[in-house]
């Protein structure tokens, strides 16, 4: 009898990276790896950068991505990234990484650019909550 499986997606805004059945996958988050297996509770996640390790019944293929949002049901699971390459071991997925992240491209401007735009949204919430301070807060 074959093991149920999962049918895995992972996409950038170019192109599919991985098209897959896989038997388990595991992604990285910010309160730890989470693992996922076909037939689970339907759920999203937010993946941080790093390697996603994809199990299926022919051996393990790792999948290094600039993070994303995972949409999972109990057959499949989709992983939107704004970057990813794809890999049967750890050390082919580096060289790939490395190979695309030392050439400028539009996708790593965008990226970049909205990490800045992040930490002054942050900034500015903190400056918000200092300014809110309890006399104002009175009615």
Not at 38 to 51: F, M, N
Not at 98 to 119: I, N, Q
Request: aromatic content about 0%; proline content about 6%.
């Amino acid at each position: 009898m074959t093991k149920p499986t999962l049918h895995v997606t992972i996409r950038t805004p170019r192109v599919t990276v991985v098209d897959e059945e896989v038997v388990s996958m595991r992604v990285p988050t910010k309160s730890g790896h989470v693992g996922l297996r076909p037939r689970g509770e339907p759920t999203v996640l937010a993946v941080e950068a790093g390697l996603v390790l994809l199990r299926s019944h022919g051996g393990m293929r790792y999948a290094g991505t600039a993070g994303g949002l995972l949409h999972t049901s109990g057959q499949s699971a989709s992983l939107l990234t704004p970057l990813a390459v794809v890999g049967d071991d750890v050390d082919s997925v580096s060289r790939q990484l490395d190979e695309l992240l030392s050439e400028p491209s539009d996708e790593m401007e965008v990226r970049r650019t909205l990490g800045r735009l992040e930490t002054r949204i942050r900034h500015e919430l903190v400056q918000g909550d200092d300014r809110s301070g309890p006399e104002r807060r009175q009615t």
